[in-house]
């Protein structure tokens, strides 16, 4: 397998996230200490968490991320399971045990990279991207549940994208960071990659295809980390945008496209090469769910942690450039 660039990255961007903090400046008198900010970024402290996936559900946010296992220096992504949280108010988080684990896809071998859950007719299917053991590259699984929480199984006993299906980039991770859509037609889509950005049509049973891989071929500076969303009559594709990661998007007024590349969403994440994100509306507002490397001291670009800020729509649709903060998001309510 190539050596993925990424690995050779030394993040030199300590410090972002608590730069970008413009309510942190209170008035403060001469000789007084500034007050310290209640820190509620990142959302979960006690673990590094990546890859975020917001699911919701009846009332409740379900938080599903990967877990970054590399030791402290070790600059290289352990991944081998995902967890999954759960949240009525964006700000309290109840952990669930692991949902997941990279040996529950017996033909896969290593890497619980970015995954995403999706509900149709009472089940809950997770898309998860992993290193295939006989197919070489990354490869796309589901696995489906009775609960938002798990736990999942294999849902067909075999990869549902293998890199030999996508033959046009020349790495072998191409097949990475599936996001998963459901129309108000009922029609599911499954959009992912990495360099290019593929998609395709899922049958209902949403474990097979339904048509050809699809190539979107006008997202400039396109990486990885699509996400596929709806509001206001609009589909937002947003992704990971160069590297070192911005996000970017595009709008579409179809989930095939075509898609007009809108611009920059959200900054290079602190500490961290990449960022990828989630976009969710819940009890009436919308946030944006992302990873930094924000955790001291040894947070970075392998041990990343997952982070919510406000989303905010212009009057055209457009979405306004995200800041990011230390201070989070008040309790929804
Ligand atoms: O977590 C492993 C990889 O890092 C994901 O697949 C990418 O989106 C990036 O976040």
Redesign the pocket.
Known sequence: MKTNPRSAFRPLLTGLLLAAAPTLAPQVARGQAAPVPVAANPIIKDKYT??PAALVYNGTVYLYA?HDEAPARQER?V?NEWLCYSSTDMVSWQEHPSPLSVKAFAWAKADA??SQVIERNGKFYLYA?VEHGTIPGKSIGVAVADSPTGPFKDARGSALITNDMTTQAKISWDD??PTVFIDGKGQAYLYWGNTICYWAKLKPNMTELDGPINQITTLPGFT??PWLHKANGWYYLSY?YQFPEKIAYAMSRSPEGPWEFKGLLNEVAGNSN?N?QSIIEFKGRPYFIYHNGSIPTDGGSFRRSVCIDYLYYNKDGTMKRVQMTTEGVKPAK
Do not use: N, P, R, V
């Open positions: 990546a890859d990967g992504y991944m990279w970015a991207a990475i960071d990885e980390a990971a990449t990828h």
